[in-house]
């Protein structure tokens, strides 16, 4: 009996800091904005451009937009959320490899944001390549909008550095709590 309440005891310790840096993921989270009235795609873009299909996409922007003060600056908690609602809600296919493909963008957003960041500017980078580079006003305003992208990166930076911090702490103790 004694053992038994021991192991729980610790148990309940360790998921417990589990608990705490979920939270502070979160909270890191909600401090990484992505202002897209400094970015060349829209927020449903935004989702279209990791994969999600265009009925999916509309929907969580629309979560995503109606859940923040401002529907130009969204936190990438706020993104999370509506990823994850229209998948909860409105995911039309079978359970399987694309929902799973899906789920993991959803988790990307929240903890990997800079990962995200990076799929959404070569996605774009793709679409801007597929478009042709003809040296056209699109070539120019392309590449003037991969600039833009780019400084959204450079600025968040260092919220993410704190981000990795915090996952790496994650990491460690969910190890020891699965150990």
Known sequence: MRNFRTWWEELLAQVELVADDLFEFIR?????????????????????????????????????KANTASPFEIDMWTLHSGATYALTHFFQGKEGASLDQYVRIAKDILLNPEGTIERVEQAYEQELAADGDDGSQASLAGERALASIERVSDDLQEKVEQFKEH???????FQEAMG
């Open 28 to 64: 890191d989270a909600q401090d990484i904005d992505l202002d897209f009235s400094e970015l060349p795609f829209t927020v449903t873009e935004f989702y279209t451009l990791l994969g999600f299909p265009d009925y999916l996409a509309e929907r969580a922007a629309d979560d995503a």
């Open 167 to 173: 996952e790496d702490a994650l990491r460690e103790r």
